[in-house]
């Protein structure tokens, strides 16, 4: 809830100040700059000042009360062999650390009231609190030390106003981890993985096509289908039976899933399967669920039909996010993980197909979305995303950047990043696969013993283009070209990180399966156990360079590369590892 309007009285007060000090503002706290961006996001464009008395509505996130004890906590549950080893947290639990301290509340209230606003409301339910408020561009300029300007986002004429940077008092740096939409850009245009998809079935260009498989039919090196993927990664056809195992499919940016073109696509390609098999839809942020031929977007078929046409049984639901989000500049990416959050019983596996460059989102806003995730990790839900389709240069193509760009969330520690592969015997990595370093997120221990040979292997090549002590990904890889789907009553053939994602989602949703029916908790946070079992994975040691930024990028190599990770899942190794019997 925003609170109300500030008095128009204070507002002229602030208009009558005629300059900003850079060190202090007028109550004279000393002030520091709390979030800069260097750059506005591309397709935004400057429009000049906004009139002072136009009202923002402004969310100051603050600190949790003891993050670093959510994140032990986080690990105690999810690393095999701990002795709380899958016992995931309730949601009040999670809040014993995500919430506010009293004292952080007392003093940035008091800090507002210094600049007579006192109606902001304090807002508990979701997992970090907030301060909400209105206030006028003039008093919101005073309170940051900032100045805000409207932008113009030229592919939807959307207009916002942002600023470059903000500043808070000096003494308020342990209570505010971020203050939004100040810096954050509402990217309308988030990126689908998808790169690209066809009508026309190809064969892959100069790729050992005729190499067989011993499993794998011959038509799999050309298109991919659900058989193709249950017979490389040994996944079984038979039906979950766990009606409380469920995976969530986010769907945003108005792409939605139809429930004609899933049952043509199992008619076609899953003729075992009951054809009604079908998702429920549940709709947040005045999100909608339109069908049609017109309205099929190829991102949201393509998640729904490699989820329920993959992971046999499993209670899929699709997540529509309408537009009106309130989490900012992250079009419902915090949303939909609240939403989940804030459930009973959380689906135990989301999948999502969605990404930015790293540094679209400042880092105070990357740390928090990623917090959420601990949060929701916590609670026992795997959260699976595409890396990303642009290489070394992000999540989508960039030949002119200059350093490489790591992917958003493939950087956050708490995710599970899926790269992709091509061909099948053997598999290989591709070049769009998304792989790298993140700039904002250090290496977590976790991935250190796999992360470190690499890096020793690389030795000074890419010096200074990436920072070698982040975190690394993707974490695993799965297939990515011409993955057959329907969509508005067409097949079509999809490349993108975006099908990586919902096979291994899949994957983990059968095992959740089993689990449950053993009367054991799911998997949760993958990663401490995916490195963990490394023999879980076929490596993938040859293949394109995920090249981009000018360079021909990162090589798949023997043991983790950041183009592959890991390596390819097999679904029978999954099972031994988690000790459940592999033969049915
Ligand atoms: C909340 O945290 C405190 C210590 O930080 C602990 O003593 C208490 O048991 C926790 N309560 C819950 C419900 O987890
Ligand atoms: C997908 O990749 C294959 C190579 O495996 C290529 O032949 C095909 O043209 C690509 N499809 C699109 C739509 O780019
Ligand atoms: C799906 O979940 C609903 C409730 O969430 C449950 O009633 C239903 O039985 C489940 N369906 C299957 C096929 O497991
Ligand atoms: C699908 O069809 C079968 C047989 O016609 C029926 O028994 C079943 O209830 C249907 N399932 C759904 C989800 O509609
Ligand atoms: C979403 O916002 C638009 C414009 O502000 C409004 O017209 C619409 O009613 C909202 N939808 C919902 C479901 O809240
Ligand atoms: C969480 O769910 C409860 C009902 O279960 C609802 O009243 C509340 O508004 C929800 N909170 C959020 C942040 O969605
Ligand atoms: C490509 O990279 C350059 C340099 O980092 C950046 O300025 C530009 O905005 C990027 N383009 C996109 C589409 O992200
Ligand atoms: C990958 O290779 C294909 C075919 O050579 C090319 O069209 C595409 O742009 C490349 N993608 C990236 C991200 O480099
Ligand atoms: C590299 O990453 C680490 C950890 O995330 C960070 O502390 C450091 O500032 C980064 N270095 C550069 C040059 O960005
Ligand atoms: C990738 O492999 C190619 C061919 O072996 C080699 O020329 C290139 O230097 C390698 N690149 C890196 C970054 O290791």
Request: negative net charge; hydrophobic residues 35%.
């Amino acid at each position: 809830m925003m609170g109300l309007p500030l008095l128009i009285a204070i507002s002229c007060l602030f208009s009558l100040t005629p300059f900003v000090n850079a060190l202090s503002n007028s109550v004279g706290r000393p002030m520091v700059v709390h979030e800069s961006r260097r750059d506005i996001p591309p397709q935004y464009s400057h429009e000049g000042s906004p009139h002072p008395e136009t009202l923002v509505s402004l969310r100051i996130g603050l600190t949790s009360s003891n993050r670093d004890g959510l994140e032990k906590a986080l690990f105690d549950v999810s690393v095999p062999g701990s002795p709380s080893y899958g016992k995931h947290l309730s949601m009040e639990e999670i809040k014993n650390y995500t919430s506010a301290s009293p004292q952080s509340v007392t003093a940035v209230t008091e800090w507002l009231a210094e600049y007579g606003i006192s109606d902001a409301q304090l807002e508990t339910i979701k997992v970090h609190d907030y301060l909400t408020f209105s206030a006028p561009v003039s008093a919101a300029n005073h309170l940051f030390d900032t100045e805000f300007h409207s932008f113009v986002h030229a592919p939807t004429g959307k207009r916002a106003i942002r600023t470059s940077q903000y500043s808070i008092p000096e003494d308020l740096r342990s209570h505010i981890s971020i203050v939004y939409p100040t810096t954050s850009f509402d990217l309308s245009a988030p990126r689908g993985l998808s790169v690209s998809y066809s009508n026309v079935k190809r064969a892959a260009d100069g790729e050992p096509l005729e190499v067989e498989s011993p499993k794998v039919d011959p038509s799999c090196a050309n298109t991919i289908t659900p058989q193709c993927l249950q017979d490389l990664y040994d996944i079984p056809k038979t039906p979950a039976s766990q009606p409380s195992n469920r995976i969530a499919v986010p769907g945003l940016i108005e792409y939605w899933a139809q429930y004609a073109d899933l049952q043509a696509f199992l008619e076609r390609l899953r003729p075992d399967m009951p054809p009604n098999t079908t998702f429920s839809v549940e709709t947040i942020d005045g999100g909608t669920n339109p069908q049609g031929p017109d309205k099929a977007g190829y991102e949201a078929n393509l998640d729904i039909q490699y989820t329920v046409g993959l992971a046999t049984g499993v209670n899929t639901t699709f997540i529509s996010v309408g537009p009106n989000n309130t989490d900012g500049a992250a079009i419902g990416f915090l949303d939909v993980v609240e939403y989940l959050y804030n459930m009973t019983d959380p689906p135990q596996v989301m999948s999502m197909s969605y990404g930015y460059e790293e540094w679209w989102l400042t880092p105070s806003l990357a740390r928090h979305i990623c917090d959420v995730y601990m949060a929701l990790g916590a609670r026992g839900t795997s959260l699976v995303f595409g890396s990303g389709d642009g290489g070394v240069s992000g999540a989508e193509r960039n030949d002119t950047c200059t350093e490489f760009l790591p992917a958003f969330p493939g950087g956050c520690p708490y995710i599970t990043s899926v790269g992709g592969t091509y061909s099948i015997n053997p598999e290989l990595s591709t070049n769009f696969s998304s792989g790298g370093f993140s700039g904002y997120f250090p290496r977590p221990s976790y991935q250190e013993q796999a992360v470190a040979p690499f890096l020793e292997n690389l030795g000074d090549t890419y010096k200074g283009l990436y920072n070698a002590s982040g975190r690394g990904f993707p974490d695993i890889a799965a297939q990515s070209h011409n993955v057959e789907i329907i969509t508005g009553g067409e097949t079509v053939y999809i490349n993108g990180t975006s099908c990586s994602g919902p096979i291994f989602a899949s994957m983990v949703a059968l095992v959740n399966d089993r689990l449950i029916a053993a009367g054991r908790p799911p998997l949760g946070f993958l990663n401490p156990f995916l490195y963990k079992n490394t023999q879980i994975f076929t490596d993938i040691t040859d293949g394109l360079p995920n090249a981009g930024c000018g360079t021909g990028g990162f090589n798949a190599t023997v043991g983790w590369d950041p183009i592959t990770g890991l390596g390819t899942p097999n679904f029978r190794k999954m099972l031994e590892a988690v000790g459940l019997p592999s033969d049915n």
